[in-house]
């Protein structure tokens, strides 16, 4: 029984990165050509497309936390349908401040460059 209701998580918790990670492709991807062509009235579907990826990470992040999963070690397992043992477990509990960090200065920065990088091809091909 835990092992189907584990396969069960599993597939959902991949179910649902996998929609999330669409959704911020096509949110980051989208930004420059909406308020591009769009000027303000941009706002409306770049907000939409905001308040549905936030809607799945959030679905993502409940998953995460009902299995007590956030190191990306621990992720892995996770999917795999494995546990960590107690030792590994607690030195990714010591490492999660650290990632967190990381993850938002890392994410900001791709976020960043590819937007710059829309916003200079539409303007070179478009001008």
Not at 44 to 53: D, Q, S, Y
Not at 76 to 96: I, N, P, Q, S, Y
């Amino acid at each position: 029984m835990k092992e189907i209701i584990s396969e069960q998580e599993i597939k959902k918790f991949n179910y649902y990165g996998s929609i999330y990670t669409v959704h911020l492709a096509v949110l980051i991807i989208s930004a420059v050509p909406l308020f591009m062509w769009l000027g303000r009235y941009a706002y409306i579907p770049f907000g939409i497309l905001f308040i549905i990826t936030m809607y799945w990470a959030l679905k993502v992040e409940k998953l995460k936390k009902k299995n007590d999963i956030q190191t990306y070690k621990e992720i892995v397992a996770f999917t795999e349908g494995k546990k960590l043992d107690e030792l590994h477990k607690a030195v990714e509990v010591g490492k999660r401040p650290y990632q967190n960090i990381l993850k938002v200065i890392i994410s900001a920065g791709v976020t960043a460059m590819v937007c710059f990088l829309i916003g200079v091809l539409m303007h070179v091909f478009l001008n």
